[in-house]
């Protein structure tokens, strides 16, 4: 009999009876979800007297984002169909998770990247846990809109957010901020790719709202960069273009649905520049001592921008009037190592002696 560890603490076993899935269907997890909810007294001071400012640091998932909380549910249930193949198109962190489910369930799992366009820590792990890696003369939409075609085989099985399981699986990251804070929290900030995220917790806050585990709703502001901002355009981009290669999207897979999680919520979309991100990023890790990679930045620069420029809008009154606002960070600062913030890196060389390193750090 094998022993009670972490792994059976994963979201299916937390949040079974919140999942479409049945008692019989195998669980396929490593352990996902349960992330800290840091508290921030940088952001919460920088935005006013009596505001909370948290933050859901998704990169502690066993692949490093929050995509690990749908595929659990995703993979799981194609082990219980049978499936021998899954599929799925990505910017990089949906082919890590596909990737390191599909292998711990022993089934075959094949990913469509935009040629040149995966930060390398993504396609590293893709390829260790043993996907087979197609490298697309495309961006991700045509990865997308082939995999899409693909569905049509039921030997196939999609994991994409087009496979409602994966938001079905990730609204449980709503569940847990709604556990851990007794309440929903005013606001919710996220950044927005293929607008999957948002949509899931969105449907998490509304669930918990229906059974009484909270009494309030957020409002959903989710942010997307510049170069890749078909939501807040309010139309396709044909080449997005941003450093923040997870929500390079110009044609988002949920866009209705996200459009109505901010209607709903009383929400809205936004964009931050690359620098805006970048810059973001770098405080986040200076400040508090958190790493995200530079999609996941956005929700923070997102936030920053709210407090400094838009102070004249009444949403943003009410934010500055002590709110408890969750940022979420999507995924960790490993797994792109090559974008500007990393660069003009210099540490400071030192003879191997111990006057030399007092010297460097003036301790003479
Ligand atoms: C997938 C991803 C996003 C975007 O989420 P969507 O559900 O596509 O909107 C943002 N950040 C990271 C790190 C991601 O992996």
């Known amino acids: 009999m094998k022993k009670s560890t972490w792994q059976d603490n994963g979201i299916i076993n937390r949040y079974r009876d919140m999942l479409p899935l049945k008692a019989s269907t195998p669980v396929v997890s490593l352990?996902?979800?349960?992330?800290?909810?840091?508290?921030?007294?940088?952001?919460?001071k920088s935005i006013g007297e009596g505001s909370e400012v948290y933050i859901k640091c998704e990169g502690l998932n066993p692949t490093g984002s929050f995509k690990d909380r749908g595929m659990t549910v995703a993979i799981s249930k194609a082990v219980e169909r049978h499936v021998r193949l899954v599929v799925c198109a990505s910017t990089g962190n949906t082919s890590a998770a596909a990737a390191a489910y599909a292998a711990h369930a022993g089934i075959s799992c094949a990913v469509l990247l935009p040629y040149g366009k995966i930060a390398t820590g993504k396609l590293l792990q893709a390829f260790l846990y043993g996907a087979k890696i197609i490298s697309l003369h495309g961006?991700?939409?045509?990865?997308?809109?082939?995999?899409?075609?693909?569905?049509?085989?039921?030997?196939?099985?999609?994991?994409?957010?087009?496979?409602?399981?994966?938001?079905?699986?990730?609204?449980?990251?709503?569940?847990e901020v709604v556990d851990e804070l007794g309440e929903a929290p005013d606001f919710h900030f996220l950044p927005i790719g293929n607008a999957g995220n948002i949509t899931a917790y969105w449907r998490g806050y509304r669930e918990y709202f229906t059974c009484g585990k909270c009494?309030?709703?957020?409002?959903?502001?989710?942010?997307?960069?510049?170069?890749?901002?078909?939501?807040?355009?309010?139309h396709i981009v044909q080449d997005p273009d941003t450093i923040a290669s997870a929500i390079r999207i110009g044609n988002p897979a949920s866009w209705r649905l996200a459009a109505s999680a901010l209607n709903q919520s009383h929400g809205f979309v936004d964009a931050v520049t690359d620098m805006e991100i970048l810059s973001a990023q770098v405080q986040l890790a200076r400040k508090e001592g958190i790493f995200v990679e530079p999609a996941s930045a956005a929700s923070i620069a997102g936030l920053l921008k709210c407090v400094s420029k838009h102070s004249e809008l009444p949403i943003i009154r009410r934010l500055k009037e002590g709110a408890r606002i969750v940022c979420t960070v999507t995924g960790h600062g490993l797994k792109d190592l090559n974008t500007p913030a990393g660069t003009g890196m210099c540490p400071i060389e030192s003879d191997a002696t111990v006057d030399s390193v007092r010297n460097i750090l003036e301790i003479g």
């Open 139 to 175: 961006n991700f939409d045509d990865a997308l809109s082939i995999v899409r075609q693909l569905s049509k085989d039921p030997k196939v099985e999609i994991v994409n957010s087009i496979n409602p399981l994966r938001i079905e699986g990730q609204k449980t990251a709503a569940f």
């Open 215 to 234: 009494s309030i709703l957020p409002k959903m502001i989710g942010f997307q960069a510049l170069g890749a901002a078909p939501l807040v355009f309010g």
């Open 31 to 44: 352990g996902e979800g349960s992330t800290p909810l840091v508290y921030s007294s940088w952001l919460s």
